[in-house]
């Protein structure tokens, strides 16, 4: 593909489209949210060590000692991971909206649906 292509703009008049293809800031995007998808996974797992116990009808029944809180050492490390997960996303959402200029150009709707399951479990932990 060449640099100055003929394509038709809705306005009537000739446009030339000089992209190539993504540049380096939009294949950055991708990678953004492949890091933020990481690390928010990465919090799922520690939150299932880190979370208490449930405490079901059996457990009752047979009296099992069961952990009622939240384990101190994990929950530090899934605070951090979830921050890290919503502040990689937030990055990611700021370069794209400061990018977005053309009519081809989109906003990624998993990095917005990552922030809120992020931040929301996030404000579920530290509340």
Same mark, same amino acid.
């Given at each position: ?60 029944? +047979?009296?099992?000692?069961? &952990?009622?809180?939240? /384990? ?8 951090? $991971? *979830?921050?890290? !997960? ?7 959402? +700021?370069?794209?909206?400061? &990018?977005?200029?053309? /009519? ?8 917005? $649906? *990552?922030?809120? !399951? ?7 932990? +530290?509340?």
């Amino acid at each position: 593909m060449t640099a100055y292509n003929k394509v038709g703009s809705d306005k009537g008049g000739p446009e030339f489209e000089r992209r190539e293809g993504p540049d380096l800031l939009c294949r950055a995007f991708k990678y953004l949210a492949v890091i933020a998808w990481l690390l928010f996974f990465a919090a799922l797992i520690v939150s299932h060590y880190a979370r208490p116990e449930m405490d079901s009808g059996l457990v009752r029944y +047979l009296g099992l000692d069961i &952990r009622d809180y939240w /384990r101190p050492r994990l929950t530090f490390w899934l605070v951090y $991971l *979830l921050w890290g !997960s919503v502040v990689v996303s937030v990055a990611s959402l +700021l370069l794209n909206r400061m &990018r977005l200029k053309r /009519r081809s150009d989109h906003l990624h709707f998993n990095i917005i $649906l *990552l922030l809120l !399951s992020a931040s929301g479990m996030l404000f579920y932990i +530290l509340r």
